[in-house]
């Protein structure tokens, strides 16, 4: 008789955002899988919890599974959470549930806080759609191409994002999508817990003024005034910028090249080529 895996979510902050299942759930397991031992034993202590924990994280993730799925299959009960939040979402969970679907093992949900949908739900923002987008690309030329692929999005965007690159997403922000309607959903349940709410070039100035901001960000975006544009095919543009900014070619090839997340030599190629028309 193959025992569970329970994917339960737990608090993004304020240790009262627990459902009473998701307690029982833990009380009853025979194992807790958690990312951070340290992290999880204090949520366990805080309600008189005590179970044996094992760590289960993104540079152990494929071998745990495997080990977590075959104690499932012979009779475990196995609760699966991460730091803050729903397993899985923007955290490890997948491998196991993906493993467990295979091996024909239960996987069930014990739902609750979520910071994408706590920051959404407030937001201001219309809810009826929104596309998640997990975590920004680090990288500019990787986020602003992002950015740039969800231009026609007419959801509102959702992302994780470390306070240390908030601005440079908000400039990116500004740059690939206008200054949109913008969201900083800091520190949620917590003590220290607020809202931005802006264009994006309002907060971005408001972040510009302060010290460097800290804790943890969910970022939104809402959708433009009109739909975007459709973009103009990359020879165009470059022109575009040469007579309206007076830029020179190379500088008019960076600039395009930039807005669209290319690189310098990929913009060059694909329009010396006209692989965009
Ligand atoms: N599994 C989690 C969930 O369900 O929300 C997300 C985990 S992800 C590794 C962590 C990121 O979520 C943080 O870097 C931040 O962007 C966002 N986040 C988590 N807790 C938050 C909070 N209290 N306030 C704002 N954003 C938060």
Redesign the pocket.
């Known amino acids: 008789m193959p025992g569970t895996i329970y994917l339960v979510?737990t608090p993004?902050?304020n240790l009262e955002d627990i459902t009473l299942r998701a307690l029982r759930i833990l009380r009853e397991a025979d194992l807790v899988a958690c990312e951070d031992t340290r992290h999880t034993r204090k949520l366990l202590a805080h309600y008189q919890i005590h179970k044996p924990l094992v760590s289960y994280h993104e540079h152990n993730e494929a071998e745990q599974a495997e080990e977590l799925v075959k104690k499932a299959a012979a009779g475990g009960r196995i609760a699966v959470v991460?730091?803050?939040?729903?397993?899985g979402?923007?955290?490890p969970g997948y491998r196991v549930v993906q493993r467990a679907i295979e091996r024909g093992v239960p996987v069930v949900p014990v739902p609750g806080?979520?910071?994408?949908e706590a920051?959404l739900a407030v937001s201001g923002l219309p809810c009826e759609a929104f596309r998640f987008g997990g975590f920004l690309p680090s990288k500019p030329g990787a986020r602003r191409k992002l950015l740039q692929s969800l231009a026609g999005e007419t959801a509102t965007l959702v992302f994780?994002?470390?306070p240390h690159r908030i601005q440079a997403a908000l400039e990116d922000i500004v740059e690939v999508l206008g200054s949109r309607p913008v969201v900083v959903?800091?520190?949620?349940?917590?003590v220290h817990e607020e809202f931005l709410r802006g264009s994006a070039d309002s907060i971005l100035d408001e972040l510009r003024r302060r010290p460097p901001v800290k804790?943890?960000?969910?970022l939104l975006v809402g959708r433009g005034e009109t739909p975007a544009a459709p973009q103009a095919p990359l020879g165009r543009r470059i022109e575009q910028l040469m007579e309206e900014q007076k830029l020179d070619r190379m500088t008019a090839l960076k600039t395009a090249a930039r807005e669209r997340g290319l690189s310098k030599r990929e913009a060059y190629r694909l329009w010396q080529h006209g692989e965009e028309e």
Request: a negative charge; proline letters at 7%.
């Open positions: 979510a993004i902050g991460s730091d803050a939040g729903m397993p979402i923007s955290d806080p979520v910071a994408a920051a994780y994002e470390a959903a800091r520190e949620l349940t917590k804790g943890e960000i969910t």
